[in-house]
């Protein structure tokens, strides 16, 4: 949510920057906002003139008492009865304007990064760099779910019969798998010098309108009945609510955390829920990088960030490649985002395994997150990252390190994980 003050000042830049977004159609909100933030500041100033007014007579009534005037002090006080029945009048309209200030001003989409690439969609993302060579092996790399029903590690007609379609069973060596990509992540980030964190998975309504817009919410959130409580689509939404109202002292910035969790997601959209395999589910596991620092430092930790994503995956043996997002392909609250993308030798192409996102004081702003500086406080930056997401990530480990025989190498980062395994056999 941007500053009114800014809207106020720079009408002419937020229209721009809704046009890049290819969001035409919220262009009224601009002059509807400052409509109504005219208002509302005349209704305040109105309001603290009435105030000082009623205090100023307040004072004159003990003196008028005092004095034996207690016919004029009754006037003074029915004067002063008028005004509190004035104020109630104005303080309502005060709290109608703001919260219908607040809803339109939540709806206009952050100020992006000048060095964003514009487009209208992700198909008009702009590759930025390869790591590691991409390569095709001499044999045809079976689709993931056969190369884990080989190692008789995926169950997904068991998971139909207990959770539906979109849930899945992982089992013996691929299970194994899975928790020590895992395990790496979260070690791989602490040794970043990112302290580990394991959030509620479950949060308010007030941190969900924090963290992200309600269109994301209505297409990823499951909402728990009765209760104002949301499945978290990811551990982001749990460690940004954790700061929520809370001033930081400025020295203790940055904040580098590190969350593991399970996510859940509805998956609203036209990709659709995978029948056969497990690339788009209703639930995984994630773990997750978390940044809060000062205003000023914000992009070096978003370099930083996408970078050390790109040394998991690489010591894993898996090239990857970024990928810059476009300015349509940005949601609301973000001002610079790329996604991490993996190399798929079955497909030969790259597809996405993460993604890291500054969202400037966008997130601070909502919730409230303040640090105490020298010169008084202000709203840190607030960023997030993907260190793996699986088994989004345990697809792209199989398919790179699969062998002709059905075989699965282990790289030497992950034996520590896997019992010193160095390779996982078929076994059917």
Not at 137 to 161: C, Q, T, W
Not at 263 to 277: A, L, N, Q, T
Not at 307 to 322: A, W
Not at 354 to 362: F, K, N, P, R
Request: aromatic share 8%.
């Amino acid at each position: 949510m941007l500053d009114i003050k800014f809207v106020r000042e720079n009408p002419d830049v937020v229209r721009e920057n809704i046009k890049k977004k290819f969001q035409d159609q919220k262009l009224p909100l601009v002059d509807e906002v400052l409509e109504l933030d005219q208002k509302l500041r005349e209704f305040r100033l109105k309001g603290d003139e009435l105030r000082a007014g009623r205090n100023a007579k307040s004072s004159e009534i003990g003196a008028l008492m005092k004095n034996g005037k207690k016919d004029e002090a009754e006037k003074i006080k029915a004067e002063v009865n008028a005004i509190n029945e004035e104020l109630v009048h104005i303080e309502e309209n005060e709290a109608t304007l703001s919260e219908e200030l607040k809803s339109k001003m939540m709806v206009i989409p952050n100020i992006i990064d000048a060095s964003v690439p514009i487009g209208k969609d992700d198909s008009e993302n702009v590759e930025n760099e390869r790591f590691g060579e991409p390569v095709v092996p001499p044999f045809e790399v079976p689709y993931h779910a056969d190369i884990m029903d080989r190692l008789n590690g995926l169950d997904k007609d068991s998971a139909g019969r207990t959770s539906g379609n979109g849930f899945y069973y992982l089992v013996g060596d691929v299970a194994r798998l899975h928790s020590a990509m895992i395990s790496y992540a979260r070690d791989f980030m602490i040794n970043k010098g990112f302290t580990y964190c394991i959030p509620p998975f479950m949060i308010r309504s007030d941190v969900v309108n924090g963290v992200m817009s309600f269109a994301e919410m209505e297409a990823m959130m499951y909402k728990i009945e009765g209760e104002d409580l949301f499945l978290i689509g990811t551990s982001e939404h749990s460690m940004i609510g954790k700061f929520k109202g809370q001033i930081v002292k400025e020295e203790e910035l940055p904040l580098t955390l590190t969350s593991y969790s399970p996510c859940f997601r509805k998956e609203v959209g036209s990709h659709g829920i995978e029948e056969r395999g497990v690339y788009r589910v209703h639930q995984f596991e994630k773990q997750e990088m978390v940044v809060l620092c000062k205003p000023e430092d914000s992009m070096d930790w978003y370099n930083k960030m996408w970078s050390y994503t790109v040394e998991f995956f690489r010591s894993l043996d898996i090239p990857v490649r970024t990928l810059e997002c476009c300015s349509g392909d940005l949601a609301d609250l973000k001002v610079k985002s790329c996604d991490v993308e993996a190399w798929s030798p079955r497909q030969q192409k790259y597809f996405e395994v993460g993604s890291c996102s500054t969202l400037g004081d966008a997130q601070a702003r909502r919730l409230g997150i303040r640090a105490k500086g020298k010169d008084g406080n202000y709203l840190v930056h607030t960023l997030n990252n993907t260190v793996l997401a699986t088994p989004r990530g345990l697809i792209a480990f199989l398919e790179n390190n699969v062998n002709e025989d059905g075989s699965v190498n282990i790289p030497v980062a992950l034996r520590p994980y896997m019992g010193g395994l160095e390779k996982i056999v078929p076994k059917k």
